[in-house]
């Protein structure tokens, strides 16, 4: 946005007809108030007194999470996000295709990733500036797969929209670890329904706190999504907010996080050899038994264990994801936003047969198309599609 004179005004637009830098967002009418800073640069707000809530965009950075990045998407789609920018970083499961899925629905960008040092704070930091400078966010959530950002009352959009346009630039938001008690033929979300009073990472120190910050294209966001800087205002520490966490969902899948990590941890020359330290000695636990079953098994809770940490106040049943999802095998649907279902051309063969989608909470969803916006989708999917052909077909001539 050039800058103004300088005086406040409101500035009306309708995205559907109007490019924002270049993308064409939702149909629908928005009213933001915009400012020259000091700087010279112009500043735009929502304006809440006229009950307009904020547009969220959240980041994910993920690597074979087949087993949650469906339900990630789903859940947080009726917790408010308008958009997610998902970046994969080499994952060989199905999550390719998963992430295809939501790109073709018209609510993912997303970024293949082939460097395998895992430079997060790089990574995060490229979608947290492009969700400001080409997704017209105002707030931003760098989240990981495994994390469910929850509100004690109402939505995100209602919470953000709450917070002093002025003053905060940041929050802070808590983390609590749901405990893995396996139980035969359920899904994760079923299983783990009890949460630590108590949650400490791999190190045995507090789980440190993850951050969400006001969109803004000179952000730079810490490694572990912990810490932003260059936002304005202050950080506030949210305490109406909190994140659910789910870090270990089976052997096989923390094995497999562990490695990758671990590996990506050691191939990176530039980080301190203390940032990640978690996962590094993980990473040597594994090297050195070839397993880390002993350690699931430590942090996993059998009946008895189970009852004794509930009687004494080290876990609380908590069924908030559960009840959400229900008992299905599957997640679904969470069209709750009325996002323009798009067409999406061009994305490989993974998308055949019906391409409309139900909704199954008697949502209305509009038959609303914007070639731009469809062009644009589907020359991100083709160009994600492509640079995984190419980095894998690489990987494979290399091989022989």
Same mark, same amino acid.
């Given at each position: 946005?050039?800058?103004?004179?300088?005086r406040v005004?409101?500035?009306r637009?309708v995205?559907?007809?109007?490019?924002?830098?270049?993308?064409?967002?939702e149909?629908?009418?928005?009213?933001?108030?915009?400012t020259e800073?000091?700087?010279g640069?112009?500043?735009?707000?929502?304006?809440k007194?006229?009950?307009?809530?904020p547009? $969220?965009?959240?980041? +994910?950075? /993920?690597?074979?999470?087949? #087993? *949650? %990045?469906? &339900?990630?998407?789903?859940?947080?789609?009726?917790?408010?996000?308008?958009?997610?920018i $998902?970046?994969?970083? +080499?994952? /060989?499961?199905?999550?390719? #295709? *998963? %992430?295809? &899925?939501?790109?073709?629905?018209?609510?993912v960008?997303p970024?293949?990733?082939?460097?395998?040092?895992?430079?997060?704070? /790089?990574w995060?930091?490229?979608?947290?500036?492009?969700?400001?400078?080409?997704?017209?966010?105002d707030?931003?959530?760098?989240?990981?797969?495994d994390?469910?950002?929850?509100?004690?009352?109402?939505?995100l959009?209602?919470?953000?929209?709450?917070?002093?346009?002025?003053?905060?630039?940041?929050?802070?938001?808590?983390?609590?670890d749901?405990?893995?008690?396996?139980?035969q033929?359920?899904?994760?979300?079923?299983?783990?329904v009890?949460?630590?009073?108590k949650?400490?990472?791999h190190?045995g120190?507090?789980?440190?706190?993850?951050?969400?910050?006001?969109?803004?294209?000179?952000?730079?966001?810490?490694?572990?999504?912990?810490?932003?800087?260059?936002?304005?205002?202050?950080?506030?520490?949210?305490s109406e907010?909190?994140?659910?966490h789910?870090?270990?969902?089976?052997?096989?899948?923390?094995e497999?996080?562990i490695?990758?990590?671990?590996r990506?941890?050691?191939?990176?020359?530039?980080?301190?050899?203390?940032?990640?330290?978690?996962w590094?000695?993980?990473?040597?636990?594994?090297?050195e038994?070839?397993?880390?079953?002993?350690?699931?098994?430590?942090?996993?809770?059998?009946?008895d264990?189970?009852?004794?940490?509930?009687a004494?106040?080290?876990?609380?049943?908590?069924?908030r994801?559960?009840s959400?999802?229900?008992?299905d095998?599957?997640?679904?649907?969470?069209?709750?936003?009325?996002?323009?279902v798009?067409?999406?051309?061009?994305?490989?063969?993974?998308?055949?047969?019906?391409?409309?989608?139900?909704?199954?909470?008697?949502?209305?969803?509009?038959?609303?198309r914007?070639v731009?916006?469809?062009?644009?989708?589907?020359e991100?999917?083709?160009?994600?599609?492509?640079?995984?052909?190419?980095?894998f077909?690489?990987?494979?001539?290399?091989?022989k």
């Amino acid at each position: 946005m050039t800058s103004l004179p300088a005086r406040v005004r409101e500035y009306r637009c309708v995205r559907a007809r109007q490019p924002i830098k270049g993308i064409f967002a939702e149909e629908f009418e928005r009213v933001v108030t915009v400012t020259e800073q000091s700087d010279g640069h112009a500043k735009a707000e929502w304006n809440k007194d006229k009950g307009q809530k904020p547009r $969220i965009v959240m980041t +994910l950075l /993920v690597r074979d999470e087949e #087993d *949650i %990045i469906a &339900e990630n998407i789903e859940f947080h789609r009726a917790w408010g996000v308008d958009h997610f920018i $998902i970046t994969d970083n +080499l994952s /060989v499961d199905r999550t390719p #295709d *998963i %992430i295809l &899925e939501y790109v073709r629905l018209g609510f993912v960008t997303p970024i293949f990733e082939s460097a395998d040092d895992y430079s997060q704070s /790089v990574w995060v930091t490229r979608m947290a500036r492009m969700a400001a400078s080409e997704l017209a966010a105002d707030w931003v959530i760098n989240c990981d797969a495994d994390e469910f950002w929850i509100t004690q009352h109402g939505d995100l959009k209602d919470f953000f929209a709450s917070l002093d346009p002025i003053s905060v630039g940041a929050v802070s938001v808590q983390r609590h670890d749901l405990a893995l008690v396996p139980v035969q033929n359920r899904p994760w979300h079923q299983e783990m329904v009890y949460r630590k009073a108590k949650t400490l990472n791999h190190m045995g120190k507090p789980l440190p706190p993850k951050a969400a910050h006001r969109a803004d294209a000179k952000v730079v966001v810490h490694q572990g999504n912990h810490a932003v800087e260059g936002i304005g205002g202050t950080v506030l520490e949210a305490s109406e907010l909190e994140i659910l966490h789910f870090p270990i969902r089976s052997v096989d899948q923390f094995e497999n996080k562990i490695k990758n990590g671990g590996r990506a941890y050691r191939r990176n020359t530039t980080l301190p050899v203390a940032i990640g330290d978690g996962w590094r000695k993980l990473y040597a636990e594994y090297q050195e038994k070839g397993t880390l079953n002993d350690y699931v098994l430590k942090n996993s809770y059998d009946p008895d264990h189970l009852m004794r940490c509930l009687a004494a106040g080290e876990l609380i049943r908590d069924l908030r994801i559960a009840s959400f999802f229900g008992d299905d095998q599957k997640p679904r649907r969470a069209l709750a936003h009325g996002e323009p279902v798009c067409d999406v051309e061009g994305v490989g063969a993974s998308f055949t047969g019906n391409r409309s989608v139900p909704s199954d909470k008697g949502l209305p969803i509009r038959n609303w198309r914007d070639v731009s916006l469809d062009r644009l989708a589907g020359e991100r999917a083709d160009a994600y599609c492509r640079a995984r052909s190419e980095y894998f077909d690489r990987l494979h001539e290399a091989d022989k």
